[in-house]
């Protein structure tokens, strides 16, 4: 068994993953999105089922079209914490623009 010391390293620290994902919003509401996924992602590093990384991850992955990583991202925000604000009304819009992806190739 791991020393108590040894075992309290591995645990990610609050004000690391808090850190991380200020760092990861401000990115994201600056238009940094490449920035924002990064920092999303040292975040779910540190947490991997932290909801609101992964819903905040679906929202640029919506926003540059792809749709099913959007849907994929919002289903784990929702199973993480079912009660995520937001995340279902995410997942709705997701289906209705691939509804309506679908449609627009369907007709040309």
């Not at 760092?23 to 996924?37: L, M, P, S």
């Not at 920092?39 to 926003?63: C, T």
């Not at 925000?77 to 009304?89: C, F, I, K, T, V």
């Amino acid at each position: 068994m791991a020393p108590p010391a040894e075992t309290l390293k591995s645990v990610p620290s609050v004000r690391g993953v808090r850190a991380a994902l200020a760092r990861a919003v401000t990115a994201h509401e600056e238009g940094r999105f490449d920035e924002a996924i990064a920092a999303y992602n040292e975040v779910l590093d540190l947490i991997p089922r932290q909801p609101d990384a992964l819903q905040l991850l679906g929202l640029i992955a919506k926003s540059r079209g792809q749709y099913d990583e959007a849907e994929r991202l919002m289903r784990a925000s929702l199973a993480s914490n079912p009660r995520q604000p937001y995340a279902a009304g995410h997942l709705e819009m997701i289906a209705r623009l691939k509804s309506a992806r679908r449609t627009a190739k369907g007709a040309a």
